[in-house]
């Protein structure tokens, strides 16, 4: 019997690169979206694609219930992805647009992976993996509520870490940075729907993250989600899992800098990111 994977957020990006490799690598791969629509399309690329939206806990349990009726109710791994950011600046952040990205990038993983923990308890053994973000130790401005969501994330799975140590079910974060995505493309349409920058005292900051928006160059250390799914499959393949993957420079520069640095020292630097 191959070894079975859920992952979602496969629609592109880093999910859609790693569903196809361990596909490859042979895993019975589950590569799950948030659209019909996509999820059709990667069934007509050969992937098995349930639909799975965090902000909706039906399609939760309904996806969930798809991938465990295949494998006769066993699953060996879940790769967590899925997320978005709403750039902008904290004041101008309306709760309701906090509540909504806690759900998508935060609760609605949760609620999965403890769905998933009773099959791997029953088991005796599985890989939860958590795509986390440079971001989730080393905050940045204009990204507040991207930050928040990982920071939470990050205490969330070192907590599960350790209250899981001795079952079997290992657990891991993976700190990408930056990847090529469409991750700013989806961020622009979350600032539109959220951020009325128009009414804001930092109106003519809001024009220049405009023009940032329309800018096509690749950031200046940005990888492809290969490198990330790299060490996805280390995650879920190696005796002995690590609990964090640094993936890009920024990643490792962030990881060393929050170590050594004083805080006023490491504000000063990531103010100008």
């Not at 490859?24 to 996509?38: I, L, N, Q």
């Not at 220049?208 to 329309?214: G, N």
């Amino acid at each position: 019997m191959t070894r079975s994977i859920l992952i979602t957020g496969c629609s592109s990006g880093i999910g859609h690169d790693a569903a196809h490799n361990l596909k490859a690598r042979g895993w019975t791969v589950f590569a799950s979206c948030r659209k019909a629509e996509d999820c059709a399309r990667l069934q007509s690329e050969g992937l098995i694609s349930p639909r799975i939206d965090y902000e909706d806990g039906d399609s939760i349990a309904s996806g969930l219930a798809e991938v465990l009726d295949a494998t006769g109710g066993r699953l060996d791994a879940l790769y967590n992805n899925g997320a978005y950011a709403i750039p902008g600046l904290l004041e101008d952040l309306p709760v309701d647009a906090l509540r909504a990205i806690f759900e998508a990038n935060l609760f609605g993983w949760h609620d999965l992976t403890r769905r998933v923990l009773p099959v791997m308890r029953a088991a005796g053994a599985g890989r939860i993996v958590q795509c986390s973000s440079v971001l989730g130790f080393a905050a940045a401005p204009w990204r507040g509520a991207y930050n928040a969501t990982k920071f939470a994330l990050e205490g969330l799975t070192d907590t599960l870490r350790l209250e899981l140590a001795g079952t079997g079910i290992e657990v891991s974060l993976i700190e990408p940075g930056p990847i090529t995505s469409r991750f700013r493309i989806n961020g622009r349409r979350q600032f539109e729907r959220w951020i009325d920058w128009r009414a804001s005292p930092h109106r003519a900051q809001y024009e220049r993250l405009l023009a940032r928006f329309e800018d096509k160059t690749p950031d200046r250390w940005e990888m492809p989600p290969s490198a990330v799914t790299a060490k996805l499959i280390h995650a879920v393949e190696a005796p002995r899992p690590r609990a964090r993957y640094y993936v890009t420079v920024p990643t490792h520069l962030g990881g060393a800098a929050k170590r050594l640095l004083p805080t006023r020292m490491m504000d000063r630097i990531l103010s100008k990111s």
